[in-house]
């Protein structure tokens, strides 16, 4: 398994831009597909974008496509979410998970997770 460090939360205001950073620790990063999911308070974990271990490939949930985007620098072992033009229901814990099994598809199989870091959006 990898270690995963959340970064770049805080308390905004909708139309607001945030930029989230997941460090990875280890020096095989690049053979991760990554993501990230988000938990909003009593409701269940959603997954909000991910990205191929190369990076060419990335998936959206339809609440975010247009607005988020997510990256990742492997020479930095580091996986981005570009978040703008925020709403009040993004406001959420957002957690970066790996997956190592999944080569090219939307990856699903994610056996590490971050501890989160909090985006409160106020409106």
């Known amino acids: 398994q990898v270690q995963l460090v959340e970064s770049g939360g805080g308390l905004v205001q909708a139309g607001d831009s945030l930029r989230l950073s997941c460090a990875a620790s280890?020096?095989?990063?690049?053979?991760?597909?990554m993501g990230w999911f988000r938990q909003a308070l009593g409701k269940e974990r959603e997954f909000v974008a991910a990205?191929?271990?190369?990076?060419?490939?990335?998936f959206y949930a339809d609440s975010v496509k247009a607005r988020f985007t997510i990256s990742r620098d492997n020479a930095k072992n580091t996986v981005y979410l570009q978040m703008t033009s925020l709403k009040s229901e993004d406001t959420a814990v957002y957690y970066c998970?790996?997956?190592?099994?999944?080569?090219?598809?939307?990856?699903?199989?994610?056996?590490?997770w971050g501890q989160g870091t909090q985006v409160t959006v106020s409106s």
């Open positions: 280890g020096r095989t990063f690049s053979s991760y597909a």
């Open positions: 990205i191929s271990r190369s990076g060419v490939r990335t």
């Open positions: 998970a790996a997956d190592p099994y999944t080569a090219w598809g939307r990856p699903t199989r994610y056996d590490s």
